[in-house]
């Protein structure tokens, strides 16, 4: 991890920067302010998207942690927000190891937040683009902190919608080299909802503030999100609304999915 200068970018807006901002955080800029003011605009649920999709986060790492899994990459990290991941992983076994891997120059900045590590666990943060994997698993940072002869869980939340290119390929290629037992766990922007009640025009709105200020996004039904798991062995309830997603006890009405409008699925590497 670098320790010189870091070029911020503060005037182009960040999907990190602006998730961040959704969550009540404070790191963020004028272009990333501007930008999120005006998705809550056009898409007032955004607020209540990002902070369920914390919620999935750790209730996924959780599952996780009970299938024995001790060792992740987390992609598309975001800003450090308490819990993070390894914190979550780490309450329940200590010795997890987490890489974290993000693009964000501000994640860099704050990225030492992310490695207050257990003295049982170990992490460490890995400034890369998801949409190179190969350059990931080459990484020394995670070479010294993963053994990929162990399962291993990769984690993509609310992230492969803003990587352009074949994203499935990208997927492939992050999976093909792990031990049989490492899972994927992801959640993914959608307009597909089974009950019609979605909001299409505030969606494709709330899709157009990112895309006029040059961040790509994509989103994908319920099949295409289900191809990223093709070859795997998908955990019940497979592709869901991410706050039905094996709910800890806690119901949520069918309305919910309109303002969620993010898919989650975990799968298992066989």
């Given at each position: 991890m670098s320790d010189g200068p870091i070029d911020l970018h503060t005037d182009v807006p960040h999907p990190a920067r602006m998730y961040d901002y959704f969550l009540g955080g404070k790191d963020s800029y004028d272009?990333?302010?501007?930008a999120a003011e005006q998705a809550l605009r056009?898409?007032?649920?955004?607020?209540?998207?990002?902070?369920?999709?914390?919620?999935?986060?750790r209730h996924?790492?959780?599952?996780?942690?009970?299938?024995?899994?001790?060792q992740y990459l987390d992609i598309g990290t975001g800003i450090p927000t308490e819990p993070n991941l390894h914190q979550v992983a780490q309450e329940q076994a200590p010795e997890?190891?987490?890489?974290?891997?993000?693009?964000?120059?501000l994640v860099l900045a704050h990225a030492r937040a992310l490695l207050v590590s257990t003295p049982e666990g170990r992490t460490t943060y890995l400034q890369a683009d998801a949409a190179?994997?190969?350059?990931?698993?080459a990484a020394p940072e995670l070479q010294a902190t993963l053994d990929l002869s162990k399962p291993v869980a990769v984690s993509l939340m609310a992230v492969v919608h803003?990587?352009?290119?074949?994203v499935y390929e990208m997927v492939r290629t992050l999976m093909a080299p792990l031990a049989p037992g490492s899972y994927l766990a992801m959640s993914?922007?959608?307009t597909d909802f089974d009950d019609g009640d979605a909001d299409p025009e505030g969606m494709a709105r709330l899709l157009q503030v990112y895309i006029d200020r040059g961040i790509p996004v994509r989103p994908r039904t319920r099949a295409e999100v289900a191809r990223f798991f093709d070859g795997l062995e998908l955990v019940d309830p497979g592709v869901e609304v991410i706050h039905r997603w094996r709910p800890e006890g806690i119901e949520r009405p069918k309305s919910y999915d309109k303002r969620v409008s993010l898919?989650?699925?975990v799968g298992k590497k066989v």
């Open positions: 272009a990333d302010r501007v056009d898409f007032p649920h955004v607020q209540l998207t990002a902070r369920t999709n914390r919620e999935f986060m996924a790492t959780r599952f996780l942690v009970g299938q024995g899994i001790r997890s190891r987490v890489v974290y891997v993000d693009n964000d120059p190179d994997p190969a350059t990931i698993l803003f990587v352009p290119g074949d993914h922007v959608t898919y989650g699925a």
